[in-house]
């Protein structure tokens, strides 16, 4: 039985123990898996006839030649090679969907920005048509950055598949549950969970229950792994077992079909007779996987002062510079907050990251109000920003018990690279023109005293 304690409000309609599916533990294992018996060569990689009349294939993810410890490969038995997954490509436009470098002359990125919730349309949008580009940095052609997206999504794919040669994808539902069926097995995902699709995986998104609403962060450079733990040690944060990877699914349909290649920060389609979800059986550490947040294990002070944010990283990408990088992904989840004499909520800062958060459940504590479940806000890089006038009084006022911060959840993409807001985000998304007033009544409380304006009991005079 689950003994973990939270409260996430979309666990008493949890789909996840109602699934029949079936997933293999650990991130970064080396997986093995067949949806036939016998489908799986063992000992070798490419027999000389593969059973069932199956094609033999290796997907890399990264170079030949990377170290064995970031060296990622699987192989694939499959009914027909990839090279029958494409025909002749024609450009197509998915125009909320950007890449970057993607600079607007008239809009301006310099700023503090929130936005509210971006709405349902009415629309029939799938995964392609629903994904709306917030934020990019960095260049998508040389590999490095990120960009921001929110996937409005109300229809499924239907004969219909994608893959991204430019990205991995971190997807971080809000509202409503997807299946991603993929070449190397099935996901299904609902809020309160994070999945992670390699570049170059075939997928088709579903809708299980709509309509849907997330977040997803598009990594241009290197890929997400777990961060190093230092002197923390072997446990909590984000543990290894707990993140899942599907077993091996495969169709055999002859159909039409249509796949749709992101290259370069351009859309291209192709027509085929067939699906092309069609491994037989796999092994290999290059694959999708799924992670219930519920399971991190913060990491906090007991004593006093606040952490820097990093102890909440649930993933990083790194960067060509040490302990700087491309993109981290945080978690700000229910957790006690126990410090003596210390301001607890986030403190005020600016720094080299450009954070772009957003909120899937609950009240973040240093925005009391207006940053709601749904909306997102962004600090660019060397911009200062932190809780708000009713945050900071109630924090310098609060009673230093220990106290469960509870009924929340958000997260953070952060990167070294400045984020350009698209001219979705500046201009038709719903931002919140009055955000940047929230510090305006933060007072004075200088006065030449030590003391300042504060008397002994902790009170405005």
């Given at each position: 039985?689950?003994?973990?304690t939270?409260?996430?409000?979309?666990?008493a309609?949890?789909r996840?123990n109602a699934?029949?599916?079936?997933?293999?533990?650990?991130?970064?294992?080396?997986?093995?898996?067949?949806?036939l018996?016998?489908?799986?060569?063992q000992?070798?990689n490419?027999p000389?006839?593969c059973?069932?009349?199956?094609?033999?294939e290796q997907l890399s993810?990264t170079?030949?030649?990377a170290?064995?410890h970031?060296?990622?490969?699987?192989w694939?038995?499959?009914?027909?090679?990839?090279?029958?997954?494409?025909s002749?490509?024609s450009?197509?436009?998915l125009?909320?969907w950007?890449s970057a470098p993607n600079?607007c002359e008239?809009?301006?990125?310099l700023?503090?920005?929130?936005?509210?919730?971006?709405?349902?349309?009415?629309l029939?949008l799938?995964w392609l048509t629903?994904?709306h580009?917030?934020t990019?940095a960095g260049?998508v052609?040389t590999?490095?950055?990120?960009?921001?997206h929110i996937?409005?999504?109300?229809?499924?794919?239907e004969?219909?598949?994608?893959?991204?040669?430019?990205?991995e994808?971190?997807?971080?539902?809000?509202?409503g549950?997807l299946?991603?069926?993929?070449?190397?097995?099935?996901i299904?995902?609902?809020p309160?969970e994070?999945a992670i699709?390699?570049?170059?995986?075939?997928?088709r998104v579903e809708?299980?229950e709509g309509?849907?609403?997330g977040?997803?962060?598009?990594?241009?450079?290197?890929k997400?792994e777990?961060?190093g733990r230092?002197?923390?040690g072997a446990?909590c944060?984000?543990?290894?077992r707990?993140?899942k990877?599907p077993?091996?699914?495969?169709?055999d349909r002859e159909?039409?079909?249509?796949?749709t290649?992101?290259?370069c920060?351009r859309?291209?389609e192709?027509?085929i007779?067939h699906?092309?979800?069609d491994?037989v059986a796999?092994?290999?550490?290059?694959a999708?996987?799924k992670?219930?947040?519920?399971?991190y294990c913060?990491?906090?002070?007991?004593?006093?002062?606040?952490p820097?944010?990093?102890i909440?990283?649930?993933?990083?990408?790194?960067s060509g510079?040490?302990?700087t990088?491309?993109?981290?992904?945080v978690?700000f989840?229910?957790r006690?907050?126990?410090?003596e004499?210390?301001f607890?909520?986030?403190?005020y800062h600016?720094n080299?990251?450009?954070e772009?958060m957003g909120n899937?459940?609950?009240?973040?504590?240093?925005?009391?109000q207006?940053f709601?479940?749904g909306?997102?806000s962004?600090?660019?890089?060397?911009?200062?920003?932190g809780?708000?006038?009713?945050?900071f009084?109630g924090?310098?006022?609060?009673?230093?018990k220990?106290?469960?911060?509870?009924?929340?959840?958000s997260?953070m993409?952060?990167t070294?690279?400045?984020?350009?807001?698209?001219e979705?985000?500046?201009?038709?998304?719903?931002?919140?023109?009055d955000?940047?007033?929230?510090w305006?009544?933060?007072e004075?409380?200088?006065?030449?005293t030590?003391?300042?304006t504060?008397?002994?009991?902790g009170?405005k005079k």
């Open positions: 039985m689950d003994q973990r939270d409260s996430n409000p979309y666990k309609n949890s996840r699934s029949d599916l079936d997933y293999m533990p650990g991130f970064g294992n080396d997986f093995e898996t067949e949806a018996p016998g489908a799986l060569p000992g070798m490419s000389q006839k059973a069932y009349g199956l094609y033999g993810g170079a030949f030649t170290p064995s970031q060296n990622e490969r699987t694939c038995y499959r009914i027909r090679p990839s090279v029958r997954h494409t002749r490509f450009k197509i436009e125009p909320f950007k600079i008239d809009v301006i990125s700023g503090q920005y929130r936005w509210d919730p971006v709405p349902h349309s009415g029939d799938t629903g994904m580009t917030m990019t260049d052609n590999q490095v950055g990120m960009a921001s996937y409005l999504v109300t229809k499924s794919m004969d219909e598949y994608f893959y991204s040669a430019d990205s994808l971190l997807v971080v539902p809000q509202e549950f299946r991603f069926c993929t070449e190397l097995g099935v299904e995902l609902e309160g994070i699709l390699p570049r170059g995986l075939v997928y809708v299980i309509p849907a609403r977040f997803v962060c598009e990594n241009y450079g290197q997400f777990l961060p230092g002197p923390i446990n944060m984000a543990n290894r707990d993140f990877t077993v091996a699914h495969f169709e159909v039409v079909s249509t796949l290649v992101k290259w920060g859309f291209h192709t027509k007779g699906s092309p979800l491994v796999w092994h290999g550490n290059y999708p996987c992670y219930d947040l519920s399971t913060p990491i906090g002070a007991v004593l006093f002062d606040h820097d944010p990093s909440f990283t649930v993933l990083t990408a790194p510079v040490p302990g990088a491309n993109i981290d992904f978690l989840r229910e006690w907050m126990v410090a004499n210390t607890r909520p986030p403190w600016k080299i990251m450009s772009l899937i459940y609950g009240q973040y504590d240093a925005k009391p207006g709601v479940p909306g997102m962004l600090h660019n890089m060397m911009l200062p920003h809780p708000d006038k009713n945050a009084e924090a310098s006022n609060a009673d230093l220990a106290e469960k911060l509870d009924n929340t959840m997260f993409f952060e070294r690279f400045p984020q350009q807001l698209t979705f985000a500046a201009k038709e998304a719903p931002l919140q023109d955000y940047i007033d929230c305006n009544t933060l004075k409380r200088f006065d030449g030590p003391e300042g504060w008397d002994k009991a009170k």
